[in-house]
């Protein structure tokens, strides 16, 4: 089913590993604060989270491609580890959350472990990670809900709702549900992952970032309606629904970023200088 807004969505599916894969989705974004479009999480699902521990001053250091690098190695090692089968997952710019059946729970607990001893040994950054499973979510009063968004017929987009996610993350911070690093020297698989593109610039004088959230005491149907007006008026202003264009992708040799490139697809017992004149000659 297509659209969520249409008729009301069906009962949560069985806790089955193909979940996500048969979850229905909706085009139109103005949906994404209509709750009929959640479905529940099987209890028997397994969200992990990721966090870069004092990202805000390594990006005060110019760091932010590393911060970013680690945030996105989490779903990569995740996506590698899963064999490329379709997952939910949000990348949070400074870390990741996601989800999986609980059959891939152990292979996604390696990955995230492989990546924390990773961004430590090769990023020197420190990458707090947790696993937790939805049934004990649920246990501590809250919810996972996800959906999936297609903007187009080439990708679909997870969307998460509930308090879920936000509990687990606090409570790996607290240390509650956190994951072990994996030893010294392990190395995850990261193939796939780069960050090549330039700094997109502004085409108006600034980039704006809107984060909506509910307060303790809203009503979903009135924040429904709020997501519903902001979005209308952005869609109707000439390209500022879609920012980032074709000619803003900015592609220029040697590439931004070839040194974290190299880290991440470097093999056991390669030299950092010996990939990295490979990453070189691949870009050129």
Same mark, same amino acid.
């Given at each position: 089913?297509?659209?969520?807004?249409?008729?009301?969505?069906?009962?949560?599916?069985?806790?089955?590993?193909?979940?996500?894969?048969?979850?229905?989705?909706?085009?139109?974004?103005?949906?994404?604060?209509?709750?009929?479009?959640?479905?529940?999480?099987?209890?028997?699902?397994?969200?992990?989270?990721?966090?870069?521990?004092?990202?805000?001053? /390594?990006?005060?250091?110019?760091?932010?491609?590393?911060?970013?690098?680690?945030?996105? $190695?989490?779903? /990569?090692?995740? $996506?590698?580890? !899963?064999?490329?089968?379709?997952?939910?997952?949000?990348?949070?710019?400074?870390?990741?959350?996601?989800?999986?059946?609980?059959?891939?729970?152990? &292979?996604?607990? #390696?990955?995230? /472990?492989?990546?924390?001893?990773?961004?430590?040994?090769?990023?020197?950054?420190?990458?707090?990670?947790?696993?937790?499973?939805?049934?004990?979510?649920?246990?501590?009063?809250?919810?996972?809900?996800?959906? *999936?968004?297609?903007?187009?017929?080439?990708?679909?987009?997870?969307?998460?709702?509930?308090?879920?996610? /936000?509990?687990?993350?606090?409570?790996?911070?607290?240390?509650?549900?956190?994951?072990?690093?994996?030893?010294?020297?392990?190395?995850?698989?990261?193939?796939?992952?780069?960050?090549?593109?330039? &700094?997109?610039?502004? *085409?108006?004088?600034?980039?704006?970032? !809107?984060?909506?959230?509910?307060?303790?005491?809203?009503?979903?149907?009135?924040?429904?309606?709020?997501?519903?007006?902001?979005?209308?008026?952005?869609?109707?202003?000439?390209?500022?629904?879609?920012?980032?264009?074709?000619?803003? &992708?900015?592609?220029?040799?040697?590439? #931004?970023?070839?040194?974290?490139?190299?880290?991440?697809?470097?093999?056991?017992?390669?030299?950092?200088?010996?990939?990295?004149?490979?990453?070189?000659?691949?870009?050129?």
């Amino acid at each position: 089913r297509e659209d969520c807004a249409a008729e009301p969505c069906m009962d949560a599916p069985e806790a089955t590993a193909d979940f996500y894969e048969y979850l229905p989705v909706f085009r139109d974004f103005t949906n994404v604060a209509d709750e009929a479009c959640f479905t529940p999480m099987p209890d028997d699902w397994v969200v992990g989270v990721a966090d870069v521990q004092q990202s805000t001053e /390594a990006i005060r250091q110019n760091r932010y491609k590393a911060v970013n690098m680690a945030g996105a $190695a989490v779903i /990569a090692s995740v $996506a590698n580890a !899963l064999k490329n089968r379709d997952f939910p997952f949000v990348f949070g710019g400074d870390g990741a959350s996601f989800a999986v059946p609980s059959t891939d729970a152990a &292979l996604a607990r #390696q990955a995230l /472990a492989e990546t924390a001893t990773w961004v430590t040994e090769d990023l020197d950054l420190t990458l707090r990670i947790g696993m937790v499973s939805v049934a004990d979510i649920r246990a501590h009063g809250n919810d996972v809900r996800v959906a *999936r968004y297609v903007p187009s017929d080439n990708i679909s987009i997870a969307m998460f709702s509930g308090v879920g996610l /936000a509990w687990a993350d606090a409570a790996m911070k607290r240390g509650e549900i956190a994951v072990p690093p994996a030893p010294p020297g392990a190395h995850p698989d990261l193939t796939g992952l780069s960050c090549r593109y330039e &700094l997109i610039p502004a *085409r108006r004088g600034q980039i704006l970032s !809107l984060v909506v959230v509910p307060g303790p005491d809203a009503r979903g149907e009135d924040f429904r309606a709020v997501v519903e007006a902001i979005t209308r008026i952005v869609e109707k202003t000439p390209d500022a629904s879609r920012p980032l264009t074709d000619a803003g &992708l900015r592609l220029k040799w040697p590439p #931004q970023g070839y040194d974290l490139e190299a880290r991440a697809s470097r093999r056991t017992g390669e030299s950092i200088r010996a990939r990295k004149v490979k990453v070189l000659a691949a870009t050129f």
